[in-house]
């Protein structure tokens, strides 16, 4: 047995080592040199607590004391380490205690495993939860944390504060003669100059698109006004040199002072200003005051909101259905629904109409909890009439771990007494980064109520394999960038075979999106692709359509 312990401690993978309880070291393996650099001679002359980095010398000191008093038989905690060639690295540390028949500690043994990958990793995606990738800002969701963390203390304390809402002026027209290169790098040069004016109080960050945002706490309307004036100076003084011509830059930028309002309300009022400011001749700024005239454009955004409203309580919201093959056996398996809204002409809009008025008007969970229960409710009327029916349904940032949609989920799978694996829950890249811990808690919640997840858009961003690890996908619905150049370009076709490969080494399914043609759909299936979904499989219907496709699809059987 000791021979068998020696040669386990002495080839064990990860860092073992005997401390005596003066925290000399009595024996290291191999693996504890390699993590620490140090050689067994060096190490034999350091002390156990001298590996630790200074400011975590004393991180584990109330665990270390509770197994010598024998609270505790083993503990496990991270910490820095101090490598012999001084930079520092994360560790995962376990220690616990051998006693002699007395009970009195001869021995500490430690287990030490480097993780500073991991941790590097952690930083990573940390900084990218908060930040935009492009310009280093701040992204939408730091940015309404802390709009909505401003308005909570000057509510309570009485404080002031205003929004600037930045739209650059036709910057579509730079991406669509110069490309979306050119167009990165004005928004680069955009968010500089803005970095440069705001004070180190003040809030920048990129909203999403050409769009930035601005939060002033403490400012009146007096200071607002100067730093919305000098916001649209600034932006004249820049200019873009593309394709050997210069390109002026101008901004439209709407004001509102916090004025009692909620942060969902400023930002719609923002926006409001903003639009405003842009039919006022573009390349100023417009100050909202509650009451005051909004002109057309405005004035359709808060119609389009008040629609919504309307459609909500009316159920006047329209679902479509999409077709997604299996492409193993030919036959469609299961349908993405696609949210529609009847305007009051009549006219059918799509989602790019009005959800993201739903979003800034704070309806968007509304729309997300009518969907699931629509979903829910086709699922359940199939299968009553003998129809297996799966349907995807897709969950907003806004709503991704939103405890009332959960409870809306609950009550009609309870309700219905679905198969809860015909439910598909599809979440972006986006809606995950953004809120990673509260994509964690439901996808959890719902994967044990035994629904099922895709993973949109996948292979975009940087988070994409770190969100296989920690979230339970079901589908990787492959990003359709890849997939239109899958014919011609060689490196979309290695990025969709090493999805693939990945996908299958971990049990789960691919859909390939945008699939325009059958050379595309054949090959495709050629390169072990599970699903395919686009306008060659099936452009989106109602779901009348859809059911009476099902209908006679089960009559001919």
């Known amino acids: 047995m000791v021979n068998a312990f020696e040669n386990a401690f002495a080839n064990a993978p990860i860092g073992m080592a005997l401390v005596d309880m003066d925290g000399h070291f009595l024996q290291v393996n191999d693996a504890l040199c390699r993590i620490t650099g140090y050689t067994r001679d060096q190490i034999r002359v350091v002390r156990f607590r001298e590996l630790s980095h200074p400011s975590d010398v004393d991180v584990d000191a109330p665990q270390l004391q509770a197994l010598l008093d024998g609270d505790l038989a083993s503990y496990q905690i991270e910490k820095r380490y101090v490598h012999a060639w001084g930079h520092s690295l994360w560790v995962l540390l376990t220690v616990s205690i051998v006693r002699d028949n007395q009970g009195q500690p001869l021995y500490l043994i430690s287990q030490l495993q480097d993780i500073s990958e991991r941790k590097e990793l952690e930083r990573r995606l940390e900084y990218l939860v908060d930040h935009d990738f492009l310009t280093a800002l701040f992204n939408r969701r730091r940015f309404e944390q802390a709009l909505a963390q401003e308005t909570r203390l000057a509510a309570r304390y009485g404080g002031r504060g205003a929004v600037l809402l930045l739209d650059l002026d036709h910057f579509k027209d730079v991406n669509d003669r110069f490309g979306h290169k050119a167009g990165d790098d004005l928004l680069k040069t955009v968010a500089a100059a803005l970095r440069e004016r705001i004070r180190e109080t003040d809030i920048l960050a990129r909203l999403g698109g050409d769009e930035f945002g601005i939060i002033l706490p403490q400012a009146d309307e007096a200071q607002t006004l100067v730093v919305a004036e000098e916001v649209v100076k600034a932006m004249r003084r820049q200019t873009a040199m593309l394709a050997e011509q210069v390109i002026p830059v101008t901004a439209s930028v709407g004001v509102v002072l916090f004025d009692h309002l909620t942060d969902i309300e400023l930002l719609a009022c923002a926006d409001l200003a903003m639009y405003e400011a842009k039919e006022s001749g573009r390349n100023g700024f417009s100050l909202y005051r509650p009451g005051k005239g909004a002109r057309p454009r405005a004035s359709s955004r808060m119609a389009a909101a008040e629609w919504i409203r309307h459609a909500l309580v009316h159920d006047q919201l329209v679902l479509y259905g999409q ?12 349908y993405e629904l696609l949210v529609r809204l009847r305007s009051d002409q009549g006219k059918l809009l799509p989602p790019s109409a009005f959800l993201y008025v739903a979003e800034r008007f704070g309806m968007i969970v509304a729309i997300d909890s009518w969907v699931v229960q629509k979903a829910v409710a086709l699922i359940a009327d199939q299968a009553q009439a003998g129809r297996a029916l799966t349907l995807n349904v897709n969950i907003s940032a806004k709503s991704v771990g939103d405890a009332q949609l959960v409870q809306v989920i609950d009550r009609a799978l309870s309700d219905t007494g679905i198969d ?24 959890n919640q719902l994967r044990n109520r035994g629904c099922k997840f895709a993973l949109d858009d996948f292979g975009t961003g940087f988070g994409s394999f770190y ?10 619905k492959i990003d359709g960038d890849f997939i239109r150049g899958f014919i011609a370009n060689t490196t979309d076709q290695f990025v969709v075979e090493a999805i693939v490969g990945i996908a299958q080494g971990m049990g789960k399914k691919t859909v390939a999106e945008f699939v325009g043609d059958i050379e595309m759909t054949d090959r495709l299936r050629q390169s072990g692709v599970d699903y395919a979904q686009g306008y060659h499989i099936g452009v989106p219907r109602p779901v009348s359509d859809m059911v009476a496709k099902l209908a006679r699809k089960t009559a001919t059987h």
Not at 323 to 334: A, H, K, R, W
Request: aromatic letters at 10%; glycine letters at 2%.
């Open 323 to 334: 077709p997604i093959l299996d492409l193993e056996n030919n036959e469609v398996s299961q």
């Open 420 to 443: 809860p694996t015909r439910l598909v829950f599809e979440l972006t890249e986006t809606a995950a980064i953004g809120n990673i811990e509260n994509a964690k808690t439901f996808t």
């Open 467 to 476: 969100y296989l690890k920690h979230l339970p996908f079901d589908y990787l």
